[in-house]
């Protein structure tokens, strides 16, 4: 009797994240994710006037958390392919001959800039969690609790999740808020921001020379391993 060959494993079941929609993570214990993308501000610059008062800002920040945060700093190479390719265009339009050619040539010396320096960009991101009570579910969110060996996602209505998001973002206008009065700018991630973001880390070499499409010209919402389903049928398990 020939041997049985082996199960194939989708990538998506050693993964946490189940789906990804409406500006939110949602994981496959049911609990929610927003992201913050964060500005910096140079610390060293400020008077001492100014550095009391962001740390005196910081600490009441922190005395105000009742929950977990995730800082999170990501450094990749700085990637300039769309501002050049823009810069051609603007090249391409100028009717004057010394700006075209001194376009042109700033368009050359940033090309020779990259290729001799390694410069990395580093982006600041606050992750948020909300965590949905388990005893006010209806039965629903019991697929997974912790020891899961099958790793099957959780499964909530959209009325259940609709609830829980309103109540993540209530405490992203808050983190964001007690931010900006320490002089820092922020911004949540969209559905297609989260998207790429998860797409660049795991495929950081991939991400540099092939695009992620945009989501919007995606069609299939999960990918069900050996599943016969039909293409039109949508579910919401998350």
Known sequence: M?????????TQ????????HDGVIILKDGSLRAVLLVSSINFALKSEEEKDGIIYSFQ??????SF???????SRRLDLKDYLVKMNEVAGKQKNELLRAQ???????????????????KQFYVVIPFYPPMAQTTGKMINKVKGNKQNQPTSMSAEEFEGNRLQLIQRVDVISGHLSSMGLRCASLDTQELIE????????ETAQYQRLTDIKNITNNVIHSGSTRDKGTE???I
């Not at 020939?2 to 989708?10: G, M, W, Y």
């Not at 977990?68 to 990501?74: A, G, M, P, T």
Request: proline share 3%; aromatic share 14%.
């Open 197 to 204: 973001l998860f797409y660049q880390s795991y495929n950081p």
């Open 235 to 237: 579910e919401l398990e």
């Open 68 to 74: 977990d945060i995730q800082v999170l700093i990501r």
């Open 60 to 65: 009441n920040f922190l005395n105000y958390l």
């Open 2 to 10: 020939a041997a049985s060959s082996p199960k194939k494993t989708s």
């Open 13 to 20: 079941n050693f993964m946490e994240i189940a789906e990804v």
């Open 103 to 121: 376009t042109e040539d700033y368009i050359a010396f940033i090309n020779s800039l990259l290729e001799v320096a390694n410069i990395m960009d």
